[in-house]
């Protein structure tokens, strides 16, 4: 058995290593590559902006339509983003291993990846599984942005799933900072 001494000098001051470490090329990759993925990210709003004029013309669409489309779709990816931040604080907030956060993000993931219509339609799943399929926050978010991006639809037409989605975000926030301990 381990003398709290013992178990004191195994703690390992991450602080102390990320400020005294180097930043090597590894790091400048890593981070050139997060810098591209953001710039892609604005980029696709951007190409927006340029494609909207054509779709208008082509289409013979009403330019007012565009607007609320368009935005509809950036409103569901901030709700989603908000949404699964606060999923993953909350599965990380008690595991004191990554091992433990990685069981934990399992087993809230992979029920997720399974039952959210991402490889299989929602509608396959048995009626008694419906009720659970369509609270998880990943089929809201798929299905808000597969009305937005092929069905053209609005805010109005969307918003029980971005409730649904400004729920989930919520409560695991608020289920995060209750539980969460940094020792």
Known sequence: MSTPAARVANVINVTEIVDNSPFTPL?????TLCMACLVMDGFDVQVLGYTAPSIVRDWGVPAATLGPVFAAANFGVLLGALAFSG??????????TIEGVSGVMNLVMVPMWVFSGIFFSTERFPAALQPFVQALPLTALND????VMLEGMGFVSLLPELALLA???TVSF???LKVFRWQ
């Open 167 to 169: 729920v989930w975000g």
């Open 27 to 31: 790091h400048w990759r890593s981070f």
């Open 174 to 176: 608020l289920a995060a």
């Open 144 to 147: 808000s942005l597969r009305g």
């Open 87 to 96: 999923l993953g604080l909350l599965a990380a907030a008690r595991p004191r």
